[in-house]
């Protein structure tokens, strides 16, 4: 088996000198594929290529290692995007608020894949990125997929005093120094209004996309759908998500698929011959295990967009690097076979192994990951990330 990793241009990495660490770091850990991400903002105009990427790229390919440019495809779009008059570029969630102004956590900014305008980002980027480092094997595409995630606070108001009148409206702004996220009441509980005793409330924000005007007449046109969109934008969401659920679903992955495509077009008439690979992710497992959910199978493409078989299947793709996060050896290697059988060996699945702070124990185990990784098919593991493997 040949391994791959994840590599940011950190300052782990920075100085030339750290090259050498990397190197026999890198044969240690028989990595064949090395996945180095790039920002977008480099990329949206054509810009010189920057000096220790460069040489990163050439020391790699001294080693007889492949190197893949990774780009995310919707997060962190290029300063541009935040221009007057760009805003309808940004996703529209699940009450109608634009990611724009309400971005989830304050920071994270997702565009909408449906806009003609991404999509004309995305293959520029993705060309001036084999343009300018000729070198590279391949382009990867990480987060190319809907952002999904959902928040939820219950506030404990039995105490609440006169405060309890704040803590009792249909929307709640939450304000601070990293940034502010607005929050919908859920469930509200009241014991008495005067004196103010209150019990809970329950406020959430459901950060599923994209529930913009574009997509909402695309999706009622390709199904034949009426929809009518003087209603709020939850009801519609709602509505959506439960009576047309499997069609909600399709069109999202229909996107998806689409700028899959649309690169894959893109690199072929470079006439270069790279490799296309993309990650892909689903509600595992910080969606499940650290919120006691259950894990749900198939959730890439529910919750997602990412359907990712029907990429193999159609040769859009090279390889594969899932996120198989947050797992122990055991069910890694069992997902990770799921995932080879899904795609019916077709292609090399390097199966995403994380270590950090919080989840240190694969540290001491990739032994097993490893050879669970074999066990199941996989071509071989993918370290998330360099700079914490290394440590
Ligand atoms: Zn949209």
Same mark, same amino acid.
């Not at 026999?24 to 920002?39: D, E, G, M, T």
């Given at each position: 088996?040949?391994?791959?990793?994840?590599?940011?241009?950190?300052?782990?990495?920075?100085?030339? $000198?750290?090259?050498?660490?990397?190197?026999?770091?890198?044969?240690?850990?028989?990595?064949? #594929?090395?996945? =180095?991400?790039?920002?977008?903002?480099?990329?949206?105009?054509? =810009?010189?290529?920057?000096?220790?990427?460069? /040489?990163?790229?050439?020391?790699?390919?001294?080693?007889?290692?492949?190197?893949?440019?990774?780009?995310?495809?919707?997060?962190?779009?290029?300063?541009?995007?935040?221009?007057?008059?760009?805003?309808?570029?940004?996703?529209?969630?699940?009450?109608?608020?634009?990611?724009?102004?309400?971005?989830?956590?304050?920071?994270?900014?997702?565009?909408?894949?449906?806009?003609? !305008?991404?999509?004309?980002?995305?293959?520029?980027?993705?060309?001036?990125?084999?343009?300018?480092?000729?070198?590279?094997?391949? &382009?990867?595409?990480?987060?190319?997929?809907?952002?999904?995630?959902?928040?939820?606070?219950?506030?404990?108001?039995?105490?609440?005093?006169?405060?309890?009148?704040?803590?009792?409206?249909?929307?709640? $702004?939450?304000?601070?120094?990293?940034?502010?996220?607005?929050?919908?009441?859920?469930?509200?509980?009241?014991?008495?209004?005067?004196?103010?005793?209150?019990?809970?409330?329950?406020?959430? #924000?459901?950060? #599923?996309?994209? @529930?913009?005007?574009?997509?909402? &007449?695309?999706?009622?046109? /390709?199904?034949?759908?009426?929809?009518?969109?003087?209603?709020?934008? &939850?009801?519609?969401?709602?509505?959506?998500?439960?009576?047309?659920?499997?069609?909600?679903?399709? @069109?999202?992955?229909?996107?998806?698929?689409?700028?899959?495509?649309?690169?894959?077009?893109?690199?072929?008439?470079?006439?270069?011959?790279?490799?296309?690979?993309?990650?892909?992710?689903?509600?595992?497992? +910080?969606?499940? $295990?650290?919120?006691?959910?259950?894990?749900?199978?198939?959730?890439? +493409?529910?919750?997602?967009?990412?359907?990712?078989?029907?990429? !193999? @299947?159609?040769?859009?793709?090279?390889?594969?690097?899932?996120?198989?996060?947050?797992?122990?050896?055991?069910?890694?290697?069992?997902?990770?076979?799921?995932?080879?059988?899904?795609? #019916?060996?077709?292609?090399?699945? +390097?199966?995403?192994?994380?270590?950090?702070?919080?989840?240190?124990?694969?540290?001491?185990?990739?032994?097993?990951?490893?050879?669970?990784?074999?066990?199941?098919? !996989?071509?071989?593991?993918?370290?998330?990330?360099?700079?914490?493997?290394?440590?």
């Amino acid at each position: 088996m040949g391994n791959a990793v994840w590599v940011y241009m950190n300052d782990k990495l920075r100085a030339d $000198r750290n090259f050498d660490q990397f190197a026999a770091w890198a044969k240690r850990q028989n990595v064949s #594929h090395v996945i =180095l991400y790039f920002p977008k903002a480099g990329l949206d105009e054509e =810009l010189p290529a920057v000096p220790e990427m460069a /040489a990163f790229i050439d020391r790699c390919k001294q080693e007889a290692m492949e190197v893949h440019g990774m780009i995310s495809a919707y997060m962190s779009p290029p300063r541009r995007f935040f221009e007057p008059g760009l805003e309808s570029n940004f996703a529209v969630d699940w009450h109608g608020c634009s990611n724009r102004s309400h971005p989830a956590g304050g920071s994270r900014y997702f565009l909408d894949p449906n806009k003609p !305008a991404v999509m004309e980002m995305l293959r520029r980027v993705v060309k001036n990125l084999l343009a300018t480092y000729p070198e590279l094997d391949g &382009v990867q595409l990480d987060f190319i997929r809907y952002f999904h995630s959902s928040s939820s606070i219950t506030i404990d108001t039995v105490e609440a005093g006169s405060d309890l009148r704040l803590l009792t409206q249909p929307k709640l $702004r939450i304000s601070g120094e990293m940034g502010e996220a607005l929050y919908f009441l859920d469930r509200s509980q009241i014991q008495t209004y005067d004196p103010p005793v209150g019990g809970s409330q329950r406020y959430f #924000h459901n950060y #599923h996309y994209c @529930f913009c005007d574009k997509c909402l &007449v695309d999706f009622s046109t /390709a199904y034949s759908i009426p929809l009518s969109l003087e209603r709020p934008r &939850v009801v519609v969401a709602q509505e959506l998500t439960s009576k047309y659920a499997q069609q909600w679903y399709e @069109f999202r992955a229909n996107i998806i698929s689409k700028a899959v495509r649309n690169v894959r077009d893109e690199i072929n008439r470079m006439g270069t011959g790279k490799q296309l690979s993309a990650t892909f992710w689903y509600n595992s497992p +910080y969606g499940n $295990r650290l919120t006691n959910q259950p894990f749900r199978t198939g959730s890439e +493409y529910t919750d997602f967009g990412q359907r990712w078989d029907e990429w !193999a @299947f159609q040769g859009l793709v090279d390889f594969f690097c899932p996120m198989n996060y947050w797992l122990e050896p055991l069910e890694y290697g069992e997902i990770t076979k799921a995932q080879v059988e899904k795609i #019916h060996g077709r292609l090399p699945i +390097y199966s995403g192994v994380l270590t950090s702070r919080d989840y240190p124990s694969p540290m001491d185990t990739l032994d097993q990951y490893t050879a669970q990784a074999e066990k199941a098919g !996989a071509a071989g593991i993918c370290f998330f990330a360099y700079h914490t493997w290394a440590q």
